[in-house]
């Protein structure tokens, strides 16, 4: 009863309330009545409730009123567009511009504004001295859908530049002194139709590369746009150019010519102690390298740690005068031969039950007296290892596997003092060729009658060769023939004999490896007087070209190492440290 007599009093009262209020506003003074003001515009800048045009801008203006979908900057007076420049106008969507022929046809369809110019949904900034914007830039403005940064004196964009712009569909950087852009500058505008590049010096090298595949498969539509440089491109359009154009792969430090990849190796890691051999192995899934040390007598077992990405001790087999450990895992066993010059040489085999070698075999003494090399194969399934001995007396030989160890299958060459033994397969055949110190190296083919190697021939009128190793380029089969004293030879198989195709300087050469890395062709060559040179195999003039120099004291033996995805080149020196270099590819299109 109360509430309801308190509702019909405050009823009653309600029009004087209301006359005294109107009266108390009448008293009030003039300027108390105005509606409120607009928001404050920075000095440089002309403002409306939802526009602003701004000439001789200092930086980003900061003040201005939170409605504004339209902003105009002309001739600002600062070169750089930083991170996030733009984020406390999230609404911006307008930019009114004077409408000039060349911009009305890269921005059709945009609605007049008020006094019948045109009206750009996005941004304009137009006739600045911008010279570098970053990432980021534009963070914030996802409503963007025309953004033109013309006439300019920009010089680089950072990867991230465009990034949030998802509305974005027209975009102008035309004449601006852009020489390269980065990598998927443009991926985050996923409805980018209009592109215009024109006007800029972009330079044609392996950093543009991705910019023509983007080309190939863009649906957005891209105004011509020309290379300024390097000579052989200038002036060719980009659209043009092939992907076969840039030779964008390169190992090495500096940056290639456009059409020129520079080679190199670099260090990786220094083994502190001197070798003569070096083999590469795989064994239960892991990369292992056996080392012969003399000066150290053992055969040292280094094992990969994909890790670290070094070489780390593993075992070591006892080895008074080593000059070669070569493992042969098979038959999912593992063997290392042990070839010494004094004391005899032996075969171990890794016991896995107690996790060591242990000897299983001696190698007869009267028939290898002075080992120098060894070579393991496989022939119609079988297992064999051929032994080159440099002694007067002593023959190379050949040992075959069975059930019970390896034994004497072949003696081969007697009494010629061999420095090293190679096996190649050329038509099918398997041959032996053997170099020696007092012929020219012979060559042997495999019998398969007899079940033997059968002497074929010699490789031309060589002698003192101190190493023979051989490569396959595409078809044709080549041997590399290194000497001592006088030059170095590389010699191809033709049919029934090797013709010579290249003579290499090489006084004081033990060693001569070919080795390939990818489709790469490479050939190290040893001194004992001088640096190591590595040459690179032209394929089209059929020969090797030098581009580096290694500094490695009395190298016995190169070994090429592919360690996942390390490439390794390792280099056993007979009077300093094992130096192991790494492979560097670089892709200067990424």
């Not at 108390?32 to 526009?51: A, I, K, L, V, W």
Request: glycine share 4%.
């Amino acid at each position: 009863m109360e509430l309801r007599r308190g509702r019909g009093m405050l009823r009653d009262r309600l029009p004087a309330l209301l006359l005294l209020l109107a009266a108390a506003w009448l008293w009030l003074p003039a300027e108390g009545r105005r509606p409120p003001r607009p928001p404050p515009c920075p000095p440089t800048c002309s403002c409306t409730r939802d526009t602003a045009f701004c000439v001789d801008s200092k930086a980003v203006p900061k003040n201005l009123p939170p409605e504004v979908i339209s902003l105009t900057m002309v001739n600002a007076a600062f070169t750089e567009i930083r991170e996030a420049a733009f984020a406390h106008i999230p609404s911006l969507q307008f930019l009114y511009v004077p409408c000039s022929p060349s911009r009305a046809s890269r921005c059709p369809g945009c609605p007049p504004s008020a006094d019948n110019s045109p009206l750009s949904l996005g941004s304009l900034l137009n006739s600045n001295k911008f010279t570098l914007i970053g990432d980021n830039a534009f963070a914030g403005l996802s409503h963007l859908q025309y953004l033109f940064i013309e006439n300019n004196d920009i010089q680089a964009l950072s990867k991230g530049t465009f990034r949030g712009l998802k509305s974005l569909t027209h975009l102008s950087l035309a004449n601006n002194n852009l020489q390269t852009l980065p990598r998927d500058l443009f991926k985050p505008l996923d409805i980018l139709s209009d592109l215009d590049l024109r006007g800029n010096t972009l330079a044609c090298d392996c950093k543009i590369k991705w910019l023509v595949e983007w080309l190939e498969s863009t649906n957005t539509t891209v105004p011509a746009v020309f290379c300024s440089s390097p000579g052989q491109f200038e002036g060719q359009r980009i659209r043009d150019l092939a992907l076969g154009d840039f030779q964008c792969i390169t190992t090495g430090k500096g940056p290639p010519a456009p059409a020129t990849p520079l080679l190199d190796f670099v260090m990786h890691q220094v083994l502190p102690f001197q070798a003569v051999s070096a083999e590469p192995f795989t064994y239960a899934s892991d990369l292992y390298v056996a080392l012969a040390q003399p000066s150290a007598s053992s055969c040292s077992v280094l094992k990969w740690d994909y890790v670290e990405r070094k070489l780390r001790d593993f075992d070591r087999i006892p080895a008074h005068s080593a000059v070669h450990c070569k493992p042969i895992v098979a038959q999912d066993q593992l063997y290392v031969v042990v070839a010494q010059l004094f004391g005899g040489s032996y075969i171990y085999r890794w016991d896995t039950a107690v996790d060591k070698f242990i000897k299983i075999q001696d190698i007869d003494s009267q028939k290898v007296r002075k080992p120098n090399d060894i070579e393991a194969f496989q022939i119609e399934g079988d297992w064999y290892f051929v032994i080159a001995d440099s002694s007067k007396a002593g023959s190379t030989s050949l040992y075959r596997l069975n059930q019970n160890g390896f034994y004497s299958h072949q003696a081969l060459h007697a009494w010629h003092r061999d420095t090293d033994v190679e096996y190649v397969e050329n038509d099918g055949k398997p041959r032996l060729i053997i170099s020696s110190s007092s012929q020219a190296p012979v060559i042997y083919q495999w019998s398969r009658a007899q079940k033997q190697f059968v002497a074929q021939g010699e490789v031309g009128e060589m002698l003192d060769v101190q190493m023979v190793k051989h490569f396959r380029s595409k078809r044709d089969q080549f041997l590399c023939l290194s000497r001592y004293i006088g030059d170095s030879k590389v010699v191809r198989w033709e049919g029934q004999r090797f013709v010579e195709v290249q003579t290499l300087p090489s006084r004081g050469s033990m060693v001569m490896q070919p080795f390939a890395v990818g489709q790469r062709q490479y050939l190290a060559l040893g001194s004992d007087f001088s640096f190591t040179h590595v040459y690179l195999w032209e394929e089209e003039k059929q020969k090797f070209a030098k581009f580096q120099e290694l500094s490695v004291q009395a190298p016995r033996a190169f070994r090429y190492v592919p360690a996942a995805d390390v490439q390794l080149l390792l280099a056993p020196s007979f009077k300093a440290n094992t130096l192991v270099y790494r492979h560097v590819v670089v892709d200067l299109s990424l």
